[in-house]
């Protein structure tokens, strides 16, 4: 006779199917328990991002045009983010090390230092004192306007290379200091629109400002003529990029760390008010530029799309738990994150109705690392991130050849 045990049917026991999200959570529970031993350096909130993840597809249809890039002064450029022209077709962008560059007919000159000259520009430690210059634009004085992340908001002399400060960090607006000064657009009767990422964290820890998901960051309106800094709109998640529209009567606010881009009515009825634009963004959105089609680039210091992961979105995997962020902050060095981003730079083309028309793409990151401002000027698009070695640079012709196609 037969035992019990070997009457049963192995093969009919149930099959256990495992989402991504569960081995991530269950694979993180021995991680979890070093919270009751280690204090963290942040405080974050929850946050459930919209779903599903987009899909590349329509608009954001894969391909590899940003793979099609020149890189101009590998190893010359660290870090060159933003950029602005003046009306003599002269390219500027500011880098890692506190440096303003010109850079004309692919010749390369010094402007000027938001800060000390040193060794150490360029780490982390010394980027208070060297400064790190991030969103800049031309006023309508012809002085090339900055804004520093510590320093403050600048104003160039791009004859002598002397800088002034109009408002320092400091000083602030309305008695609070700025603590993160990212990105700034101009209006054409002098006024200047620039954000200030988070009341709490500097650039060097921007990634903890990431993982806070709080909404402590505002942006700033400076009247060039008056003198006169006021906060326009508070209670943003890390306000990243700002750009104006075309009839300069809105403004679109890039909220990185919850992948979308608000908008902020300076005219019309619903002056003064504010509402999304565009949610669920297949990348984090960093700084945004009109392009000649009306429509905006907006450059993504990481990505989000299905596939992008095995496992999923990392953010939108960890976002609804505070006490996982808080592990991961507290025993993961800030030089480290890099390992959570995919492998995939993304620019993405906006309308003005919110709509993905089109993306620039480098799946693999095999020419262009990752893709923080798509800049196009006199038929070229420039690209640049904080982190990249290099300036890309990639003709506009290219890009309009793949869309017809």
Same mark, same amino acid.
């Given at each position: 006779m037969k035992s019990e045990s070997a009457e049963i049917n192995t093969s009919a026991s149930p099959q256990i199917t495992w989402t991504?999200?569960?081995? +991530?959570?269950v694979a993180l529970l021995p991680v979890i328990t070093c919270l009751l031993f280690v204090s963290s350096p942040i405080d974050p909130l929850p946050y459930t991002f919209p779903s599903p993840l987009p899909r590349l597809e329509a608009g954001l249809k894969k391909n590899t045009l940003l793979q099609q890039a020149d890189r101009w002064f590998e190893g010359l450029l660290i870090g060159p983010e933003s950029f602005a022209a003046d009306t003599n077709g002269t390219i500027y962008t500011g880098t890692a090390d506190g440096r303003i560059f010109s850079i004309k007919q692919k010749g390369l000159s010094l402007v000027? #230092?938001?800060? /000390?000259?040193h060794p150490q520009c360029g780490s982390a430690e010394f980027e208070p004192r060297c400064g790190r210059p991030k969103g800049m634009k031309i006023g309508p004085d012809g002085?090339?306007?900055? &804004?520093?992340? *510590?320093?403050?908001?600048?104003? &160039?002399?791009?004859d002598t290379g002397d800088v002034e400060t109009v408002v320092s960090n400091k000083d602030g607006s309305e008695g609070v200091p +700025? #603590? +993160?000064?990212?990105?700034?657009?101009?209006? @054409?009767?002098?006024? /200047?629109?620039f954000t200030d990422s988070s009341n709490k964290w500097e650039r060097r820890d921007f990634r903890y400002a990431v993982l806070e998901t709080r909404p402590d960051g505002r942006v700033i309106r400076y009247d060039i003529r008056t003198g006169i800094c006021r906060t326009l709109l @508070?209670?943003?998640?890390?306000?990243?990029? !700002?750009?104006?529209?075309?009839?300069?009567d809105a403004l679109l606010i890039a909220e990185m760390s919850i992948a979308r881009i608000r908008r902020f009515y300076l005219k019309g009825e619903k002056a003064g008010t504010s509402d999304i634009f565009v949610d669920n963004l297949p990348g984090y959105p960093d700084n945004i530029k009109l392009?000649? #089609?009306?429509?905006? *680039? =907006?450059?993504?210091?990481? &990505?989000? +799309?299905?596939?992008?992961?095995p496992i999923g979105s990392f953010l939108d995997l960890i976002g609804p738990y505070p @006490?996982?962020?808080? =592990?991961?902050?507290?025993?993961t060095p800030l030089s480290a994150y890099?390992?959570?981003?995919?492998?995939?730079?993304? &620019?993405?083309?906006?309308? /003005?109705?919110?709509?993905?028309?089109?993306?620039?793409?480098?799946?693999? =990151? =095999? #020419?262009?690392?990752?893709?923080?401002?798509?800049?196009?000027?006199?038929?070229?698009?420039? !690209?640049?991130?904080?982190? @990249?070695?290099?300036?890309?640079v990639l003709s506009s012709a290219t890009i309009n050849a793949e869309r017809s196609a």
């Open positions: 991504g999200r569960q081995i +991530f959570l000027a #230092r938001t800060g /000390i000259d002085k090339l306007y900055v &804004v520093d992340s *510590y320093k403050g908001l600048l104003k &160039v002399d791009l +700025f #603590r +993160f000064l990212n990105s700034m657009d101009i209006s @054409s009767d002098g006024i /200047i629109y @508070s209670g943003l998640y890390l306000a990243n990029g !700002i750009a104006l529209t075309a009839d300069e392009n000649t #089609r009306g429509n905006f *680039y =907006v450059g993504s210091g990481s &990505v989000r +799309f299905k596939g992008s992961s @006490s996982v962020k808080k =592990v991961i902050a507290a025993v890099n390992v959570f981003m995919p492998k995939h730079a993304l &620019v993405v083309e906006i309308n /003005i109705d919110g709509l993905i028309v089109g993306s620039l793409h480098d799946p693999g =990151v =095999v #020419r262009i690392g990752a893709a923080s401002e798509a800049f196009e000027f006199n038929g070229t698009v420039f !690209i640049g991130h904080y982190q @990249s070695p290099y300036l890309g």
